[in-house]
């Protein structure tokens, strides 16, 4: 599993230290290796690591309970699990402590089977949660720059003045598009277009220039103007993605007309430049 997954390990057993470190160098985890010192741990905690695993076993001993600590302390404020390989010849008062707050306990001698479906669920788990956030964020992104664009065009409705668009030359009209190219976005009708980049710069140059028909050629290296090897056929995907935002029937546009022999051309009214009363 080739990752960015990061694990660290703790531990003053090489047995098991070897073994982890081999199998997380197998399955192209990212690992930190780190003593239980308070240096050490902060070093970790720097690498940000997705995961502790810690062998390092516990005992009566005054410094290493403070050293076990020093671990509850960096799961709990920094919100780190931590995977707790327990000998269970060696149980003491400060292990019974240490499942109250790690994430889970595995027993030595380790079953590498147990390892895996921990490390799968837990990577599963973050996958999920960074998928979430991106779509969370891109939602955001979206209603931010809806509210805006509809802020705008209310103040133009209502004859009202409006700083962000005072002498602004970024934002046309091409009926029934709206063209913002500060925030690289387009309203159809009114309704937000979820364009990805270069089907916004796609659009954007069809609608710069609504009389004329833009070659294929043209296209071509407006789109990907440091790549000769672009061809008719990335254009081909990108003007299929766009008519299927734009179109009722993609396989009959009626907004982005193909003009056999030569190009393309976007069927709309005459452009209308956006500023405030009185510009």
């Not at 960015?4 to 003053?12: A, N, V």
């Not at 979206?142 to 970024?170: E, G, H, M, T």
């Not at 907004?255 to 069927?267: A, D, M, R, S």
């Amino acid at each position: 599993m080739n990752t960015d997954f990061r694990i660290g390990l703790i531990s003053d057993d090489p047995y098991h230290l070897g073994l982890l470190k081999g199998y997380c160098h197998a399955n192209r985890y990212k690992v930190f290796e780190s003593t239980a010192d308070k240096e050490s741990i902060n070093k970790m905690i720097q690498m940000q690591p997705n995961i502790v695993i810690l062998t390092a076993g516990p005992t009566q001993d005054q410094a290493q309970k403070i050293n076990f600590d020093l671990i509850r302390d960096m799961s709990i404020n920094h919100q780190i699990p931590v995977c707790y390989l327990r000998d269970v010849n060696n149980a003491s008062n400060v292990a019974k402590e240490a499942i109250r707050w790690v994430d889970t306990t595995l027993d030595t001698p380790l079953d590498v089977n147990q390892l895996k479906d921990y490390l799968h669920n837990k990577f599963k788990l973050r996958h999920r949660f960074t998928q979430e956030k991106r779509n969370y964020e891109r939602r955001a992104a979206n209603d931010r720059r809806l509210l805006w664009l509809q802020q705008q065009n209310a103040a133009i409705c209502n004859n009202q003045p409006s700083n962000n668009l005072a002498n602004n030359d970024n934002c046309f009209t091409v009926e029934p598009f709206q063209i913002d190219q500060r925030s690289k976005s387009v309203l159809f009708n009114g309704k937000l277009l979820n364009l990805t980049r270069k089907e916004f710069e796609l659009f954007e140059l069809l609608a710069k220039d609504i009389d004329r028909v833009f070659m294929t050629h043209e296209i071509i290296n407006h789109l990907w103007p440091e790549n000769n090897r672009a061809t008719k056929s990335d254009l081909y995907q990108y003007m299929h993605l766009l008519r299927k935002k734009i179109e009722d029937d993609p396989n009959n546009p009626q907004w982005i007309l193909t003009v056999k022999g030569f190009g393309y051309k976007l069927n709309v009214a005459v452009p209308v430049k956006i500023s405030s009363p009185g510009i």
